[in-house]
């Protein structure tokens, strides 16, 4: 089991997003590597955006506030590795094996730019993956 609080805790000291720094951000990768298609809604608030390609299918995760990409290990991304030299960059298997854990109260009290929407009956924070994650901050 991985602690996401040390994750993220990472992530906001590397970088936080404001104005349009993350659409910014979100064009590069999409300039770089022609293959990804981009998930990401802006007008209803998402917090994530997901990039996925035909061949891994969903093959990066980023969030809009703070600093932190989750890339498929399995995805060749040096055409976008320099675009996200300044986030705290985590490899992943998958995005749904249960990998993960998160004290919530830290998480509120650290890292307000994140808000955890699902319940404790939606989500173990004992143990999620980050499809979970996804859901719960998107």
């Not at 981009?38 to 994530?48: H, S, T, V, Y």
């Not at 995760?61 to 600093?67: E, P, R």
Request: one cysteine or more.
């Amino acid at each position: 089991m991985e602690n996401m609080m040390e994750v993220l805790k990472r992530a906001k000291d590397k970088k936080v997003f404001v104005n349009n720094e993350f659409e910014e951000l979100l064009m590069k990768i999409l300039l770089a590597d022609s293959n990804l298609k981009l998930d990401w809604d802006d007008g209803a608030g998402e917090e994530w955006a997901r990039f996925s390609n035909r061949k891994e299918g969903i093959v990066c995760m980023i969030n809009a506030k703070i600093g932190v990409a989750f890339i498929r290990k399995n995805y060749e991304f040096s055409n976008i590795k320099k675009i996200l030299d300044m986030l705290e960059i985590v490899f992943t298997e998958d995005y749904s094996s249960d990998n993960w854990f998160i004290d919530l109260a830290n998480l509120r009290q650290t890292i307000p730019e994140l808000y955890w929407h699902a319940s404790e009956r939606a989500v173990n924070i004992n143990n999620f993956s980050l499809d979970d994650l996804y859901f719960a901050t998107i």
